[in-house]
């Protein structure tokens, strides 16, 4: 299977948030926080569980400039790494 | 000015129904007297959440030995923040953990002594390995995420097999098997703790073995013994950088264990703010960033990977909190880490930790 139709989704226990103070999107999760820019944050709000990496590209480039399927192939795989999210296949 | 912290470990009481040896708290534990009051935590919260803090550990001593942890967990959550109850399970019920998930617990951390009964009765100086099984099912039936942690040394680390085999029957998302840090009661009980080297060679196969075999279900945290390390662990990611802590009785540290340097100008949320005190008290500036390093450290290309290791690590065994972490084998000091590694092991029992309940 292609890394476009991987599905990923939030690791329970992974919080999405705002915080007022650094101004910017955060992931909570048992082993620390992770600080988001704008496209990050859009992508894991994304991961829901439904939209594979193909579909998420796609909303994407939707609603900003120049989204490219492999940057969010790529984000994708540092989130797992992190373990913000898991994938599915 | 430095960077705001991320993390909080809020250190609600010293007092705790167990008294394991292996127990990093000071030696000098605050009692209960001294400790801070309902509406000071929740200032003491405030604050922390507006200089930058959003994960908020709730840790001890045994946090549930306060009466007013749901008020706390509501406080902590209700600012945003992500709540880690950090607890050994006993007073754990059903009711009182439905209670705190619904005021906002997101994860639980739940500490295991060892593999079997007797064994981790023994250690934790109470009939605890029943209750612990018990809250871990708690946690698992309100589908909250639990991670199980182990502290290792001598007297458990030929079971570690045994241990990863409990945390999958807790159901645990994540284990984190820590070999002891030599803090507070550990220190003092070092002798008996300190693993033989074959030990942890036999423990580290067992762990890589499992880690294989469990990958994608349960993830293994591996925290190494640094005494028998060549270079230091990355204390705290540097001093003052990412995470402070708050004792009971208010006195606000970098880290749990810094009390132990003297003179370093600790100061308490009952005068001053944190945000001061983060960003602008002695303490928190004393060994922040590089400036302060002495040589090795100074000239080393590692500094950037591990901060000089461990300030108190460096002023328990050298007397000086700014030497090179002695573990380092580029430290001058080193000789007095392998003198202790080099020592007959201690026959007898470690000593309890003190006061509890
Ligand atoms: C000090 S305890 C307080 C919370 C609670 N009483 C418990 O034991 O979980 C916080 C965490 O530190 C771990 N711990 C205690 N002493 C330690 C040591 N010397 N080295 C490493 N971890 C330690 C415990 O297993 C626990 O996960
Ligand atoms: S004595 Fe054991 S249970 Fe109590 S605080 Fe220390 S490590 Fe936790
Ligand atoms: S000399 Fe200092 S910076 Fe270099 S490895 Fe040792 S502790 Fe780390």
Redesign the pocket.
């Known amino acids: 299977m292609s890394a476009v139709d991987v599905v990923p989704r939030l690791r329970p226990g992974v919080k999405r948030s705002y915080d007022e103070v650094r101004r910017c999107h955060v992931v909570l999760f048992p082993e620390g926080v992770l600080v988001l820019n704008e496209t990050a944050a859009a992508v894991v709000g994304l991961c829901d569980g439904r939209n594979s990496v193909r579909d998420i590209a796609a909303r994407l480039a939707a609603e900003f400039d120049g989204v490219r399927v492999a940057d969010v192939v790529e984000l994708v795989g540092r989130l797992a790494e992190r373990r913000v999210v898991e994938l599915r296949g | 000015m430095a960077e705001p912290p991320f993390g909080l470990l809020a250190e609600l009481t010293h007092r705790?129904p167990?008294s394991?040896g292996?127990?990093?708290?000071p030696v000098e534990l605050v009692r209960r007297e001294a400790e801070l009051g309902t509406a000071r935590w929740c200032e003491v919260f405030d604050q922390a959440r507006a200089l930058g803090v959003l994960q908020v550990h709730l840790?001890?001593?045994?946090?549930l030995a306060r009466g007013d942890l749901p008020e706390l967990v509501e406080h902590a959550a209700g600012l945003g923040c992500y709540v880690n109850l950090?607890?050994?399970g006993l007073g754990l019920t059903a009711r009182r953990l439905a209670d705190l998930a619904a005021r906002g617990v997101d994860h639980v951390?739940?500490?295991v002594q060892d593999a079997r009964p007797g064994e981790a009765d023994l250690i934790a100086g109470a009939r605890a390995f029943d209750h612990k099984l018990a809250a871990a099912g708690l946690v698992r039936e309100l589908g909250l995420p639990l991670t199980v942690?182990?502290?290792l040394h001598r007297l458990n680390l030929d079971r570690v097999d045994g241990i990863i085999a409990l945390a999958e029957r807790m159901g645990a998302q994540r284990l984190?098997l820590?070999?002891?840090?030599?803090?507070?009661?550990?220190l003092r009980n070092r002798a008996a703790l300190l693993p033989r080297p074959d030990q942890l060679a036999r423990a580290a196969e067992v762990v890589a073995a499992a880690r294989e075999r469990l990958a994608g279900r349960m993830e293994l945290v591996h925290?190494v013994a640094d005494y028998h390390e060549a270079h230091p662990k990355p204390c705290m990611h540097g001093w003052g950088a990412r995470q402070l802590t708050v004792a009971p009785d208010g006195d606000v540290l970098p880290c749990?264990a810094a009390g132990v340097i003297p003179d370093l100008g600790v100061e308490n949320v009952r005068d001053r703010p944190l945000a001061d005190i983060w960003h602008h008290s002695r303490a928190f500036n004393a060994f922040r960033g590089f400036d302060w390093m002495r040589e090795p450290c100074r000239g080393c290309p590692r500094k950037e990977l591990d901060f000089g290791g461990c300030r108190c690590q460096a002023f328990q065994l050298t007397g000086d909190a700014a030497n090179t972490d002695p573990v380092c084998s580029l430290s001058p000091h080193r000789a007095e880490v392998d003198r202790v590694l080099a020592l007959e092991p201690e026959p007898a029992a470690p000593v309890r930790r003190g006061f509890g309940r």
Not at chain 2, 178 to 186: D, L, P, R, S, V
């Open positions: 705790c167990l394991c292996y127990c990093s708290n840790s001890g001593g045994e946090p950090v607890t050994s951390q739940l500490s942690n182990a502290v984190e820590a070999n002891t840090q030599y803090y507070g009661w550990a925290v749990p």
